[in-house]
């Protein structure tokens, strides 16, 4: 959802910075540095995430676990950047200040081991399960209590958020979402039977659960981003809307008109 930056009154936003473990991403915070005095993360207003979307996936889920989460604005030096602004070390501090704001709210994951273990686990882009040997997981779908398909035969099937529907989930054939809409995709990942089905939509308030057919001979893992839980019997996903990520993009570029660009795109 689009939003007003709070941080818009702020003449010069005291920003921190947080660096990929690549080698361009540390020559480009070397400049960056130069150009501009960041503050200790504790005490800043924002901060600048500088890497790919692999990196910043995990620096909002530090955010996320943090008392008093602060905006993100990204910029890129990894490959393809989707959540990130372009590099520049230039004028940060006003990018920054001039930002429009994106809200995200996570997913919550609660996977259920063989062993009888209950794991939780957020996620920002999706919650995907996925067979662990040769032969097709069997997978029963229910969404708020009903069952709606019986049995799904497939390697997998995935729960996207509006925010990661253009990464895994279009990969196996999902739809792109608008950031502002209530809902999630529901896409299934080479299903064998029924083999017309390739998924659903959703309203993010739905509580979507999977239960695992013949786990023992057929076993199941469940990924929450970069969270993954072996030989899974049961999980349940619903939107945690309590919580809420702020990312920051420069208005000429920012998120939703990217989302937009890739329905477009040959």
């Given amino acids: ?17 947080v660096v990929s473990n690549t080698p361009q991403a540390a020559d480009a ?18 901060v600048v995430a500088l ?34 602004n372009e590099y520049s070390p230039e004028d940060i501090g006003q990018r920054v200040a001039r930002a429009t704001s994106f809200f995200l709210s996570p997913l919550t994951m609660e996977a259920t081991t063989s062993a009888g273990e209950t794991i939780t686990s957020p996620a920002i882009n999706e919650v995907s399960l996925l067979r662990e040997t040769r032969q097709a997981a069997k997978i029963e779908i229910s969404i708020d209590g009903k069952v709606r398909l019986e049995e799904l035969s497939c390697d997998g099937v995935l729960v996207s ?16 979402l608008p950031l502002d809409c209530d809902l999630l995709a529901l896409t299934a990942l080479s299903p064998f039977r029924p083999r017309r089905w390739k998924g659903a939509l959703v309203k993010n308030m739905s509580v979507v659960e999977f239960r695992i057919l013949e786990a023992g001979r057929r076993p199941v893992s469940a990924v929450a981003d970069q969270v993954e839980v072996r030989d ?11 919580r809420r990520l702020e990312l920051l993009f420069d208005p000429e570029y920012a998120l939703d008109d990217r989302i937009l660009m890739e329905q477009f795109l040959s």
């Fill in 1 to 17: 959802m689009r939003g007003e930056n709070r941080l818009s009154g702020l003449f010069t936003p005291k920003l921190g910075l």
């Fill in 29 to 46: 915070a070397i400049e960056l540095r130069a150009a501009h005095d960041f503050v200790d993360r504790t005490e800043a207003d924002a």
């Fill in 51 to 84: 890497g790919g979307d692999g990196f910043m996936l995990s620096v909002l889920h530090r955010v996320l676990h943090s008392q008093r989460p602060k905006p993100v604005f990204g910029m890129n030096k990894g490959t393809v950047g989707f959540l990130m």
């Fill in 161 to 176: 958020t509006p925010a990661g529907s253009t990464a895994y989930n279009l990969s196996a054939g999902g739809p792109i």
């Fill in 232 to 242: 899974v019997v049961h999980v349940k996903i619903t939107s945690d809307l309590t």
